[in-house]
């Protein structure tokens, strides 16, 4: 794990962690009229469909892919589970191959935190049990969150379900690694709701200004770091003027010079890897 962190502190790219976590079951959501098949794809309930428990049959992160014939894959953008009219909603979900019949149903039985699941990301409701499964057991197993607050993460941010695995287990690493921040401080945050470019830019602006610091080992800084909510909460302006205390002609100079140091990482990188693969062809 201290390898992993000192990776994480170079900016080098990451391999998957290797921990191993054994979860426990946890119980349903509250049944209020459970629906009893939600899509072609999903073999049971709705509830089901978001168990967080283990399984034994979890196979390895794949393409994911949609299950509704003729519907292109979509990315959602994450939103604030009040900000979709009820209008909107029920388009979406029209639009996903559902009946009026269908979506009346759901929106009548489905419990208070899965209804927030349908309003902030819509398109979880069509995705394959499997691609759920396997965001789940990485939460669990590779960024050891326990199963509560598992399902609390997918419960505030459904659109991490959406996210390449390998995306988000790096985005976790540089939480905890990079930014120092702790498990239930993610989950109340939101923290994996944000995109890794939006959280790198901001947290290395803030760290270059001299305006946070990663903490020790015992959880300390000489400074007093900004909450994440200041950091990435609010827009750009609000970022700026309130929390880096910069402006904006600055920060996008930053960036480009970020991106720029991000791609020279990336050449370097390549060929160290094409050396060891040409060795590991020799022997």
């Known amino acids: 794990m201290a390898a992993l962190g000192r990776q994480v502190l170079r900016g080098q ?46 196979q390895q992160p794949g393409c994911r892919t949609n299950p509704v014939q003729g519907l292109p894959e979509k990315q959602s953008t994450p939103v604030d589970s009040g900000s979709l009219e ?26 208070g935190k899965l209804r927030r699941m349908l309003h902030g990301c819509p398109e979880v409701f069509t995705m394959r049990q499997q691609d759920i499964d396997d965001t789940v057991k990485l939460l669990k197993e590779k960024c050891l969150f326990t199963a509560q607050q598992v399902t609390e993460i997918l419960h505030r941010c459904p659109s991490v379900l959406q996210e390449n695995p390998s995306e988000l287990e790096y985005k976790f690493q540089y939480a905890y690694f990079r930014m120092g921040v702790k498990h239930l401080d993610i989950v109340r945050t939101d923290f994996l709701q944000y995109s890794v470019n939006k959280i790198k830019q901001r947290h290395s602006y803030l760290e270059r200004l001299g305006r946070y610091q990663t903490p020790d080992k015992k959880g300390q800084t000489q400074i007093t770091n900004p909450l994440l909510k200041d950091i990435l909460r609010v827009s750009e302006s609000e970022f700026l003027a309130k929390t880096a205390c910069s402006s904006a002609e600055e920060f996008e100079v930053f960036k480009k010079l970020l991106a720029r140091e991000e791609e020279e990482q990336e050449e370097e990188e390549e060929p160290e890897s094409s050396t060891s693969e040409d060795k590991e062809e020799q022997l």
């Open 13 to 58: 790219r990451l391999v998957p962690l290797s921990w191993a976590c054994v979860a426990r079951r946890t119980p349903h959501p509250p049944e209020r009229g459970r629906t009893k098949q939600t899509t072609a794809s999903h073999g049971g309930s709705l509830e089901e469909a978001f168990r967080v428990g283990p399984r034994n049959s979890v």
């Open 86 to 111: 009820p209008e909107k909603v029920i388009s979406s979900l029209l639009d996903m191959g559902f009946s009026d019949a269908h979506v009346k149903d759901l929106l009548s039985t489905l419990p």
